[in-house]
């Protein structure tokens, strides 16, 4: 397992350029997107996170072939020659559960393995399910797999019980191919949902209220290919603007989308730290000494991303007073503060609730990383925390930060990869 070592200072204060990486959460639906077309897409600022080449890996054993050069990524599925993602893939990265829709549409069958829980809570897949079965499709569960099959799939109406990104996306990628119209009702708003979308419009697909609540979707017989550039993501901009906001320091993001971060820059600014947009694609974050202690409750976008809540929460273990963090999307989100206590932090844990008490000062330790903004956290930490700090499991990290180590090097911070 690799290690991240960090000498942290409570002085530091991170100041220079950073440009932000492609978005993982928008790349993963776009390359399973290419199952529903036996033509090429071309996708531009994709990340060169692991969780790409895992999901590159487990494309390669359905049938298509792809090749990444520099940041661009083309991918083709001309002919389907497995319907089947394995438990090994599918259990290193729960996204894989995407293939079910497109595979369906395009193949008639799909054999996923179920993905279990995972560090952030159970995670389970019934709405998927519930909306495929809702298509026309019929379903067994059994020996931990998913097998789907359908002759054709037939357009519904379907009602999502709670705001889901995998299957809004699920969903919206298997009624593109159904036979009539689809109504998708309660989706996710995600910024990558709607990205997905405009990639599957681009591919011929015939939708209606991209990034409403509402979605309707008119099947067609085939898609075609077709290039598309992947947002930036906004859950590394907002891990660069708390390392900001939290050093004290002076940092310009470069290749962002600030209508993505309202949420995160709103909280940011109201305890203290100074955010202003210096184009459409840059941000520039000056941190203050005084932070103000901040409640937040994650809720799904607009609102404040529970893919931010452990990064914000380290942000608030620097605050002047008392902060209440509420995690509302999954039910075992605060695997962190169990490690943040490690390096000194005054959290208490109470059902979804967090009570973060500040100012308290931290100091390095050795911790382990469980998920993968988790580690982002425990990076923060490390940064500000006095002495050595030492994070363990690293793998974590990679999933979603490219180079993150090298980036914070770069922006002066005491950081080093270990190799095993
Ligand atoms: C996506 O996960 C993201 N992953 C997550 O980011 C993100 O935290 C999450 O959306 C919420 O924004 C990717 O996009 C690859 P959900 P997803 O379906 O789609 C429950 C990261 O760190 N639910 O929106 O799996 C679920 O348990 C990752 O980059 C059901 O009950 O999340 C959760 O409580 C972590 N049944 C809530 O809905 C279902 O069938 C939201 O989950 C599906 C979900």
Redesign the pocket.
């Known amino acids: 397992m690799e290690k991240i070592r960090i000498l942290g200072d409570h002085a530091l204060q991170l100041r220079g350029k950073v440009r932000i990486s492609g978005s993982?959460?928008?790349v993963?639906?776009a390359i399973v997107a290419s199952l529903l077309t036996e033509e090429r897409l071309w996708l531009q600022n994709t990340p060169r996170v692991k969780?790409v080449f895992t999901t590159l890996t487990l494309m390669e054993e359905l049938g298509a072939d792809s090749e990444l050069k520099e940041d661009i990524l083309s991918i083709r599925s001309k002919k389907i020659i497995s319907p089947e993602a394995s438990y090994e893939l599918v259990r290193s990265?729960?996204?894989s559960?995407?293939v079910l829709g497109p595979l369906l549409a395009r193949y008639g069958k799909a054999i996923v393995a179920l993905p279990g829980g995972c560090a952030?809570?159970?995670?389970?897949?019934?709405?998927?399910?519930?909306g495929m079965q809702r298509l026309g499709a019929s379903i067994t569960l059994e020996h931990g797999y998913i097998t789907a099959e359908a002759s054709r799939l037939r357009g519904a109406d379907i009602q999502f019980?709670?705001?889901?990104?995998?299957?809004?996306?699920n969903l919206l990628m298997a009624a593109t191919l159904a036979q009539g119209e689809t109504v998708l009702r309660n989706c996710?708003q995600?910024p990558?949902v709607v990205s997905m979308a405009e990639l599957l419009v681009k591919m011929g697909a015939r939708i209606d209220g991209v990034g409403d609540e509402v979605i309707r979707i008119r099947g067609v017989k085939e898609l075609g290919g077709a290039t598309h550039e992947i947002i930036p993501d906004r859950?590394e901009a907002g891990t660069f603007l708390v390392a900001g906001a939290l050093t004290g320091g002076d940092i310009t993001l470069e290749k962002v989308d600030p209508g993505h971060l309202t949420a995160i820059v709103e909280k940011l600014c109201v305890s203290g730290a100074n955010i202003e947009k210096v184009d459409d694609s840059t941000l520039r974050v000056i941190g203050c000494p005084d932070i103000k202690p901040q409640d937040i409750t994650t809720s799904?976008?607009p609102g404040f991303?529970?893919?931010m809540q452990a990064q914000f929460m380290v942000l608030m273990t620097q605050a002047s007073g008392t902060s209440i963090i509420t995690e509302t999307?999954?039910?075992r989100r605060f695997s962190h503060v169990n490690e943040l206590l490690r390096l000194g932090a005054n959290i208490e844990v109470n059902g979804d609730k967090a009570v973060v008490k500040g100012k308290t000062p931290l100091s390095g330790a050795e911790v382990m990383a469980t998920?993968?903004?988790a580690s982002a956290s425990l990076i923060l930490a490390g940064l500000i925390a006095r002495g050595e700090t030492v994070i363990n499991d690293v793998e974590h990290l990679d999933?979603?930060y490219e180079k993150i180590e090298d980036k914070l090097k770069r922006l002066g911070a005491s950081i080093e990869r270990l190799k095993k």
């Open positions: 993982k959460n928008a993963l639906p969780d990265m729960r996204a559960i995407l952030i809570g159970s995670r389970p897949i019934d709405l998927h399910i519930a019980e709670k705001k889901t990104v995998g299957g809004t996306e996710a995600e990558e859950i799904p976008y991303p529970t893919d999307i999954f039910d998920d993968l903004r999933r979603g």
